[in-house]
């Protein structure tokens, strides 16, 4: 089992940056971390995926903007949102499967509340 709380979610102007905080406990051994992201009236959508090794795959529409990363001994994930855009804007959530790499959000199996990003232009 995996419990996880997101933070860093809030109000910032286009062009700024924000950093998620995904802390992580329970048993986080040879997890894969994940963001996702559901915008206004939209499905949720994969952003970033880290695995144990700290191997990442991320959406192309975040590529060159956001770095996910992890911090081993704080069991923290991390998304760094830079060059925000309006369209960034939705609730984030942070996942959590056992194994390897995935961008579908039904191969995750642990999830956050959320944390919404809003970006204004």
């Known amino acids: 089992q995996v419990q996880l709380v997101e933070s860093g979610g809030g109000l910032v102007q286009a062009g700024g940056s924000l950093r998620l905080s995904c802390a992580a406990s329970?048993?986080?051994?040879?997890?894969?971390m994940g963001w996702f992201r559901q915008p206004p009236g939209k499905e949720r959508v994969f952003v970033a995926a880290i695995n144990w090794s700290g191997g990442t795959i991320y959406a192309d529409s975040v590529k060159g903007r956001f770095t996910i990363s992890r911090d081993y001994p704080k069991n923290t994930v991390y998304l760094q949102m830079n060059s925000l855009k309006t369209e960034d804007t939705a609730v984030y959530f942070c996942?959590?499967?056992?194994?390897?790499?995935?961008?579908?959000?039904?191969?995750?199996?642990?999830w956050g509340q959320g944390t919404q990003v809003t970006v204004s232009s």
């Open positions: 996942a959590a499967r056992y194994g390897g790499i995935r961008y579908d959000e039904s191969d995750y199996a642990y």
């Open positions: 329970g048993r986080i051994s040879s997890t894969t």
